[in-house]
């Protein structure tokens, strides 16, 4: 782990050297940590990409698990749309097999809680309507690499999240299809096909009610970024809920109902609550509509004395960025960066790049994004397993300029 | 020294590698077992080859790590501790079973 120069996160600092002087004792590990060997592919004992996604880069990841792997800050890239090498993976389910799957064109659909109830095959969805749409998908623990109560669970930091173009069927059409909704529906619920069946489907099965609104701009997506959708993305077909956290996202999705109530399966019920510490219970808000979020990926750490460009994505969830702001001394001063590059929508990010004039010496920079009435706050909200994190501060970099 | 010393040291050895190696039986059949472990991990040791959790080969937890997962779980694992699945000794038994013998 990187120690960070300055003093703009005591509390993070504190933590770190707190667990180095008693390394091997419990206090260091109350979670899965980032071994260092596996976050940095260069390293002698680096850790290489598991089978089931070995056409990624894997350069650009960080190895958290043979299961969970982010993309590096810098390995965003500028473009907009992340490069799908490039993109994280986080499965809660064991991506499905080709053997698995089978014929692609003949994936079933089931759709419940509508007037006529039917089953599509994929081929059949190919062919009743298409859209593309741009949107953010982000897991709900990321940034949760930065909590100082060190929540179990994978340690991301910026990078399990993508910006993502996919290709596929509106819900709308596809509800329209099946002669409207049958009335009462207060949700939507996406089911994945992906759980084994020796495991118990309350316990284990992914499938994840959101509010019934979002079928005005949901999709069932079989394309990202211009390929079919791979298994380890969800494919044949995925649940795009645009701007709701990555778990709503439902891979390898079989059946969508419209329904009065949520889930009971745990996924649902007791997973993915944003709970005080040390309390937890589906009393407390889902991971759901995602907060606004910035941060910067360029520079990272030094830059030479001058002009200097910072740039990085900064997006809404449901709602379009109207501004970023940008510091480069910890927050005690902000001017507004300029939008750049197409904009996809409000689902998706937006560049941003602010032009500082620096001399030698040590920076903060830091950004700041609005949407919706709504500014990034300076601390993260605290919870217990580390979700939602959009706090501006724990974001910043600490840059030497010479 | 005394010879009884070397006696009794020798005595001890063979005794504490007998409780090591029951204790290692113990954390094996419950991994296997009673906890399940072996569904969802991998763990060549143990000879499982589950893959909906972690491989624990690759992840080579410590045994607090293991302990604080196996107590209070996550996503799909079940909190075998909260939940009362297994006993305190159990969970101590199966995670310095899990820590010791993951990558090996």
Not at chain 1, 2 to 21: D, H, Q, V
Not at chain 1, 104 to 125: C, D, H, I
């Given at each position: 782990?990187?120690?960070?120069?300055?003093?703009?996160?005591?509390?993070?600092?504190?933590?770190?050297?707190?667990?180095?002087?008693?390394?091997?004792?419990?206090?260091?590990?109350?979670?899965?940590?980032?071994?260092?060997?596996?976050?940095?592919?260069?390293?002698?004992?680096?850790?290489?990409?598991?089978?089931?996604?070995?056409?990624?880069?894997?350069?650009?990841?960080?190895?958290?698990?043979?299961?969970?792997?982010?993309?590096?800050?810098?390995?965003i890239g500028s473009s907009v749309i992340t490069p799908i090498r490039h993109i994280y993976i986080r499965n809660n389910m064991p991506?499905?097999?080709?053997?698995?799957?089978?014929?692609?064109?003949?994936?079933?659909?089931?759709?419940?809680?509508?007037?006529?109830?039917?089953?599509?095959?994929?081929?059949?969805?190919?062919?009743?309507?298409?859209?593309?749409?741009?949107?953010?998908?982000?897991?709900?623990?990321?940034?949760?690499?930065?909590?100082?109560?060190?929540?179990?669970?994978?340690?991301?930091?910026?990078?399990?999240?993508?910006?993502?173009?996919?290709?596929g069927i509106p819900l709308s059409t596809v509800i329209k299809a099946c002669g409207g909704l049958s009335g009462g529906a207060k949700y939507v619920t996406a089911t994945g096909s992906d759980m084994p069946s020796n495991l118990d489907p309350k316990k284990a099965l992914v499938e994840r009610s959101v509010p019934v609104k979002v079928k005005k701009d949901a999709m069932l997506a079989w394309e990202m970024n211009g390929v079919a959708l791979p298994n380890a993305h969800g494919g044949p077909l995925r649940f795009i809920p645009p701007g709701y956290f990555g778990i709503n996202?439902?891979?390898?999705?079989?059946?969508?109902?419209?329904?009065?109530?949520?889930?009971?399966?745990?996924?649902?019920?007791?997973?993915?609550?944003?709970?005080p510490i040390g309390k937890k219970g589906s009393q407390y808000p889902s991971c759901w509509e995602m907060p606004v979020?910035?941060?910067?990926?360029?520079?990272?750490?030094?830059?030479?004395?001058?002009?200097?460009?910072?740039?990085?994505?900064?997006?809404?969830?449901?709602?379009?960025?109207?501004?970023?702001s940008v510091s480069t001394?910890?927050?005690?001063?902000?001017?507004?960066?300029?939008?750049?590059?197409?904009?996809?929508?409000?689902?998706?990010?937006?560049?941003?790049?602010?032009?500082?004039?620096?001399?030698?010496?040590?920076?903060?920079?830091?950004?700041?994004?609005?949407?919706?009435?709504?500014?990034?706050?300076?601390l993260r909200m605290e919870n217990r397993r580390g979700y939602a994190h959009n706090g501006w501060r724990d974001h910043s970099l600490n840059i030497s300029v010479s | 020294m005394s010879a009884n010393f070397y006696k009794i040291l020798t005595i001890l050895v063979l005794f504490s590698s007998a409780a090591i190696a029951d204790e290692n039986a113990k954390g094996m059949k419950l991994f296997n077992e009673k906890a399940m472990c072996a569904t969802c991990h991998t763990m060549k040791a143990a000879g499982s080859k589950g893959n909906v959790g972690p491989n624990l080969d690759t992840l080579k937890p410590t045994v607090a790590q293991v302990k604080d997962i196996v107590t209070h779980g996550l996503g799909a694992m079940p909190a075998f501790g909260e939940d009362g699945l297994l006993t305190p000794e159990e969970i101590d038994?199966?995670?310095?079973?899990?820590?010791?013998?993951?990558g090996k």
């Open positions: 782990m990187k120690k960070r120069k300055s003093n703009i996160n005591p509390s993070r600092r504190k933590f770190l050297t707190g667990s180095a002087t008693v390394a091997g004792v419990a206090a260091a590990s109350a979670l899965v940590p980032i071994k260092v060997s596996y976050a940095n592919h260069t390293a002698s004992d680096a850790k290489g990409l598991p089978g089931f996604i070995k056409w990624k880069k894997r350069s650009s990841l960080i190895i958290h698990s043979d299961k969970t792997m982010e993309t590096h800050r810098e390995a991506t499905m097999t080709d053997a698995q799957i089978g014929k692609k064109s003949q994936w079933k659909l089931k759709v419940e809680g509508v007037k006529n109830p039917k089953t599509f095959t994929l081929s059949q969805l190919q062919n009743l309507g298409r859209t593309t749409m741009a949107t953010v998908l982000q897991c709900s623990g990321n940034g949760r690499g930065f909590f100082p109560h060190k929540p179990r669970g994978s340690q991301w930091k910026t990078g399990a999240a993508a910006c993502v173009m996919w290709t996202n439902v891979k390898h999705c079989g059946k969508i109902a419209f329904t009065k109530d949520q889930s009971q399966v745990k996924y649902m019920k007791k997973s993915y609550r944003i709970s979020k910035s941060w910067i990926t360029s520079p990272m750490k030094r830059s030479s004395s001058g002009n200097v460009s910072i740039s990085g994505v900064a997006f809404g969830g449901t709602r379009k960025v109207s501004s970023v001394d910890g927050g005690k001063n902000w001017k507004k960066a300029k939008l750049i590059g197409p904009d996809l929508g409000k689902f998706a990010w937006r560049q941003f790049v602010f032009n500082a004039k620096l001399k030698p010496g040590k920076y903060n920079i830091a950004s700041k994004a609005s949407a919706g009435g709504k500014s990034q706050p300076k | 038994t199966v995670s310095i079973y899990v820590a010791k013998n993951a």
